[in-house]
């Protein structure tokens, strides 16, 4: 299974948190399955933050970042009939707003989890749900709220 990430044209494809064709980025690959999204990233002690051992917040955020628009687009896809890739013209959002809550320390080294769920999609507006997951324990929570870019 390709990832959503995986479908992007290159105008699309320089993101840091996401962009496959950015060869310093993080390269996360998020994945449509059924009624939600899924992605997994492994941070090493590049990502520490000011506590030992833990990942800094500002990781979390663009993980719960990159994860959500690309759910987003993975969601209005669907929506309109459309297959991830297609011959149309790309579905692409931004984010208009992210709200994290930090729930726990979430520890280096561990396979994070990164899941959204649709909440709504309404016109260009899509609400998703998110959430970023260590050893099955919910480090973060968040909601984005994303903007489809006009083509």
């Not at 000011?50 to 669907?78: E, K, W």
């Not at 707003?97 to 726990?104: A, I, K, P, T």
């Not at 997951?133 to 870019?149: D, F, P, R, S, Y």
């Amino acid at each position: 299974m390709r990832a959503i990430q995986d479908h992007y044209p290159p105008t699309f494809a320089h993101c840091y948190g996401c962009g496959p064709a950015n060869p310093a980025g993080l390269h996360l690959k998020s994945y449509l399955l059924e009624d939600r999204t899924e992605a997994r990233f492994t941070p090493d002690r590049r990502h520490s933050g000011g506590v030992p051992d833990n990942v800094y917040g500002g990781l979390i955020a663009s993980l719960l970042d990159c994860h959500g628009t690309a759910s987003a687009a993975a969601f209005a896809n669907r929506a309109r009939g459309r297959a991830l890739g297609d011959d149309g013209p790309p579905i692409r959002f931004v984010t208009a707003s992210l709200r994290v809550d930090f729930r726990r320390p979430t520890p280096l080294g561990a396979e994070l989890l990164v899941t959204g769920r649709l909440v709504s999609l309404e016109g260009r507006k899509a609400v998703v749900a998110l959430a970023l997951a260590a050893g099955g324990e919910t480090c973060a929570e968040g909601e984005m709220l994303a903007v489809e870019l006009r083509t």
